[in-house]
């Protein structure tokens, strides 16, 4: 019995192995995660143009908009999942704006982390 | 007075294993591809209907959708815009079948592939105080879609595969 118990987990095993060959997992980012603690120090009225780019370094752009200097700082996070001939890959990013009024103070933040919703997937089908 | 059998299980079980490994090794380098790349969320009609004009802020806006993808000025005001995309791919590959019968260096690949890229974009437009004047989508969903046969005219007859309105023939 004990034999038997064996060969059916050996063939299990080389089943779930043969089945593990057609599988991949991939991650990439690009730009690094927003600290929380740098997007709490940036304080409405007070915080400079030159401290918010000593803290979190140049921004990627600068845009104007409705009268306010802005400061975006963007990042990506990408999670690729293959199963056999199934493949899926999800990107999703993170956005910071940092509006400066006409002395250079900031005005107003505008934070949005989505990539903690990012999820591996390999099911290419539905939403 | 009963005969002892000799046990079949371990003999059936080890049959539907060896079939499934077969199965498995065949699939793994498989003649068929789906794959699918999605950029951000999607977001719906019904996302936004807690968007009123002349009274939601942009601070409402990112606190439900998030930050936008970008912002831009306009000589009407600020535009705040949300991309997502969604691309499909397939593949198929009919020379699969005859890879073991096809002599070393002679290609062997008959592929009928395609797919689509829909790129939609929710864009909001803000007043000099932030506040929502009107939001919009740009849609372009159906354009996202598997591609079974890559070429305009389609031969079948639609009841085999049936062409959805504003896809192209063999997309599914």
Known sequence: ??????????ATLILSLSLLGGCAFIRGSMGDAFKDEDVAALKKGVTTRA????????????LEANGYEIFQYYRYDVKSGMILFFSRTNVMGDDLYVMFNKKGVVDEVVFGKRTNRLKFQFWPFGD | MTERQPARAPIEWARRVVGLMAVALVLSGCPLQWQRIAINETIKPEDVTFI??????????????????????????????YRFRDARYFRVNFGYAVKLLTPPGIP???????????????????????????????????ASHYRFWPFDTWPFYTYIIPVEERRSPGAF
């Open chain 1, 51 to 62: 401290q918010v780019a000593a803290r979190l370094g140049a921004p990627e752009r600068i």
């Open chain 2, 108 to 142: 062997d690949d008959m592929v009928l592939a395609g797919g689509g890229t829909g790129t939609q974009e929710f864009h909001v437009m803000f007043d000099a105080n932030w506040v929502v004047q009107y939001h919009a989508f740009a849609l372009h969903l159906s």
């Open chain 1, 1 to 10: 019995m004990k034999a038997h118990k064996a060969t059916w987990m050996t």
């Open chain 2, 52 to 81: 009123r004009a002349g009274k939601t802020t942009l601070f409402e806006v990112v606190a439900e959708l998030g930050a936008p993808d970008d912002i831009s000025d306009s000589l009407g005001g600020a535009v705040a815009r």
